[in-house]
């Protein structure tokens, strides 16, 4: 599968998983970010953005379905330069574009590799889509599934792809908890369940410690990809 | 020759980026001018005729051989609309990574060095059929298919179309995309002696028009 193997570093570009980029260094770490409409994965790129920009060399891939709201506000948020940040146009269909026709994203990622590299971590944020939607493994190297406290604490139990078997699963607004009625100690048991050891963590990113858990999440996984893991 | 990798590369789940274009549908939805499954096979018709047929001869003579570097250039003269281009060659590229690792071949690599950031998807489209081991008949029915597919499936989604309604619209089209592929893989031979000029040259103003005026959108479900 991997064309690039035997050629010299003027060779075409790397066909999608490939470690190395054409110039033979080792490229960005990607990490997607999926989950339902309006659980909070913009605001948790966001956050990531200005918990790490400081001390990593980050880009942002999002995925809007119908609109470049997503793009538009991390570039009013201001929480990375307006050139790490690209958008991508998924007709209709975000799971497929992270899924089962990834090449629009691997150009954007690799164009911001060109154009703003050499990157360490660049985080694709899929449009909000369905509990089914997962992505590639062609496109990132883990992905994290956003879901949140107010669209019903039994999406955990429902399980399905993304919530099972996603990296990291994210339980956003817990700070809303108490208005919608949701239970959180019975959302922990349930994704215990679904996930065995995978990791879950609980935020709000409205009080502290905000995006800290996640970040830290993100830390380890590029000090993996950094170790050649 | 496989015959079966004609239906590999002819596949709409094949992963080249054709599911994000609508190929002109979403501007003529939104102009009133497709709304339903009779103007559908209008606007299917005349697509064929015209960017379709272009497609298919650029597709074909990609597959006799045709030097691919002329080849981008007269489908460039072929497309006024600098929105069409990027959008061909957006869909060039991401058919040119798909073909590669599905098909390795020298010549695809070639092409990819030649256009980094994509040729014409029909000239990519011929090498990529000929790195499958398949023919200009091929690589043209694949162009010209296309050429219709991509606005019926995008017409499902923009409008709630009934699938049948769409898919036999396409049905019925196929004695005429027949028609256009044998007219196309003649003009891509004559190429052979008489260059790029013997392609065809078809043209439909309002395509052109409406993916300008498309590319200004602010909101749309498709990219061209």
Redesign the interface.
Known sequence: ?H?DHD?TH????A??ADALRPDGGRRALRIGLGGPVGSGKTATVAALCRALRDELSLAVVTND????EDAEFLLREAVLPPERITAV?????PH??IR?????N??AVEDLEDAVGPLDLVLVESGGDNLTATFSKGLVDAQIFVIDVAGGDDIPRKGGPGVTTADLLVVNKTDLAPYVGSDLARMAADAKAQRAELPVVFQSLRSEPGVADVAAWVRAQLAAWAAGA | MSRAALLVLADGRFPAGGHAHSGGAEAAVKAGRISGAASLADFCRGRLQTAGSVAAALAAAAALGIDPVALDRAADARTPSPALRVAARKLGRQLMRAARATWPSAELDALAREFPKGAHQPVVLGLAARAAGLGPVDAAYCAAYESVSGPATATVRLLSLDPFDATGVLARLAPETDRVVDRAVEAARRVVDEGVDALPAGSAPLLEIGAEIHAGWPVRLFAS
């Not at chain 1, 146009?89 to 269909?93: D, V």
């Open positions: 599968m064309l050629h003027d060779g075409p570009g066909v999608s379905i119908y609109t470049r146009e998924t007709g209709a269909c497929t574009a089962d026709d990834i090449s629009a691997l150009e």
